[in-house]
């Protein structure tokens, strides 16, 4: 049976988004990401001083792998600021899919999500295949999909943090309240355990990169990390029982000798 | 000419955006633009005028997350 994820009518069959940055050496990036087996990567648009081809050598070195790109509008603090990047990372990266972040804080990196929202609306009707990085807020998330989401991003935890899922009951809340919009774990996992935890839940994708870059061993984080969402996903397809309080013998108790 | 370029003051002679991509050494097709927040399309670049104290961003290619 194909279980395939849907993001913008594009079928994929990974449901692990990987992110780019921080890792020890282009090398282990490009081992990472084939271990992941990861099929969308997350890119960014950054300065550079003329002559340097830094940005260069990245771009070629993604492209080689064949891999979808999702570019991101990391540290736009404005409307403006995310509005313009995005159409930026469009033409540089030709793709109209965006993963949009309008940032309201440098404690916790959290989505600031007026702008997310008012950003979302304006890149939507621009055309873009807009993946707002957003809140586990059933209301702000209503309002993404009034703008022309077609895909939800709530937080796991803040950014780079690891600490997996802070809120497991607005998580669950929202995939109950959303059940066919895809939807997408996006940062703060640290272990695999967590990301398996996501799709137990019944969460579409995750999307990491810190907790693997980051790892002793990122290629092999890489490969931990696609297994636990394999095993997750496929949890999830098989009915988890529901936990109970009271214990229930799983021996047979007919026939029990002594009874 | 004294514009601003990726948040630094540049003293150019690049009379539009097109000109200064070349006077800095940047490849044309492997960057972005954007002038005062607003983006600037490949295209426009050549009939993109720039004016004292304007503020261009030129982005490239770069990991995250």
Same mark, same amino acid.
């Given at each position: ?52 081809? $830094? ?26 600021? $995310?509005?313009?990047? $995005?159409?930026?990372?469009?033409? =540089? ?17 959290? &989505? ?40 939800? @991003? ?27 919009? &895809? =939807? ?22 995750? =999307? ?18 696609? $297994? ?11 009915? &988890?029982?529901?936990?109970?309080? @009271? ?13 | ?65």
């Amino acid at each position: 049976m194909s279980d395939l994820l849907c993001f913008y009518d594009v079928e994929l069959k990974s449901r692990l988004l990987v992110g780019t940055a921080q890792y020890p050496s282009p090398a282990i990036l490009a081992d990472s990401l084939l271990a992941s087996r990861t099929e969308i990567v997350t890119v960014s648009l950054r300065r550079e001083a003329g002559g340097a081809r $830094a940005g260069e050598s990245f771009w070629s070195m993604i492209r080689s792998l064949g891999l979808r790109v999702l570019p991101n509008t990391a540290g736009c603090r404005t409307v403006k600021e $995310a509005v313009t990047t $995005a159409q930026m990372a469009r033409e =540089l990266f030709a793709t109209n899919w965006i993963k949009l972040e309008v940032i309201g804080d440098e404690d916790l990196l959290a &989505p600031e999500v007026f702008g997310l929202v008012e950003a979302a609306r304006i890149l939507s009707d621009e055309g873009f295949a807009v993946f707002p990085y957003t809140t586990d807020d059933l209301g702000v998330a209503e309002k993404l999909l009034d703008a022309g989401c077609k895909v939800l @991003m709530p937080w796991g935890a803040p950014i780079g943090s690891g600490k997996g899922l802070n809120n497991i009951f607005a998580l669950r809340a929202m995939r109950a309240h959303f059940p066919d919009t &895809p =939807l997408v774990v996006d940062a703060g996992l640290g272990a695999p355990s967590q990301a398996a935890h996501a799709f137990e839940l019944g969460y579409d994708a995750v =999307l990491l990169n810190t907790a693997i870059a980051r790892a002793g061993d990122p290629v092999a984080m890489a490969r931990a990390f696609a $297994a636990a969402s394999e095993a997750g996903r496929a949890a999830f397809l098989a009915s &988890p029982i529901e936990p109970r309080d @009271m214990a229930a013998p799983s021996t047979p108790v007919l026939g029990r000798a002594f009874s | 000419m004294k514009i601003v370029v990726n948040g630094e003051t540049r003293d150019v002679r690049a009379p539009d955006l097109a000109a200064l991509l070349a006077e800095l050494d940047f490849p044309p097709e492997l960057v972005a633009t954007a002038v005062n927040e607003t983006f600037i399309r490949a295209k426009e670049r050549r009939i993109c005028v720039l004016a004292e104290g304007d503020r261009v961003e030129i982005l490239t290619p770069r990991q995250g997350g």
